[in-house]
């Protein structure tokens, strides 16, 4: 049939259809007294982190933990972020062929801060 991408000869393949975006988790964050984020305020993290976030990017990379085949379905921005999703996927053994980039868009980076 036209148009399938499947054949008798390739395995099943778990995808998950979700946000993604590359989290910036940053750990041992100081600030002084008590920790409120604040403009303008320097913040200082013993050590950091990029990794894959969202929901259906956590269930695949759980997914292929278990050693499933799995492809992620979603769309990023066209921009440095992006390179850095398809890296992140590819890297983990997730399928990124059906990730789209759309010009209009910027991928998310979100910045958390891991208080100690």
Do not use: W
Not at 36 to 46: C, I, M, N, Q, W
């Amino acid at each position: 049939m036209a148009g399938i991408l499947y054949d008798d000869h390739m395995s099943e393949t778990l995808l998950t259809v979700g946000n993604i975006y590359v989290d910036h988790n940053v750990f041992g964050v100081t600030s002084g007294e008590t920790f409120r984020l604040e403009s303008g305020k320097d913040y200082f993290g013993a050590n950091g982190e990029r990794v894959l976030g969202g929901s259906a990017v956590n269930a695949a990379l759980q997914a292929r933990r278990l050693g499933l085949e799995v492809g992620f379905v979603g769309q990023t921005g066209d921009d440095a972020g992006a390179s850095e999703v398809r890296e992140l996927l590819e890297a983990a053994g997730i399928l990124s062929v059906l990730v789209g980039e759309c010009a209009s868009l910027v991928t998310s980076e979100p910045f958390n801060p891991i208080v100690e």
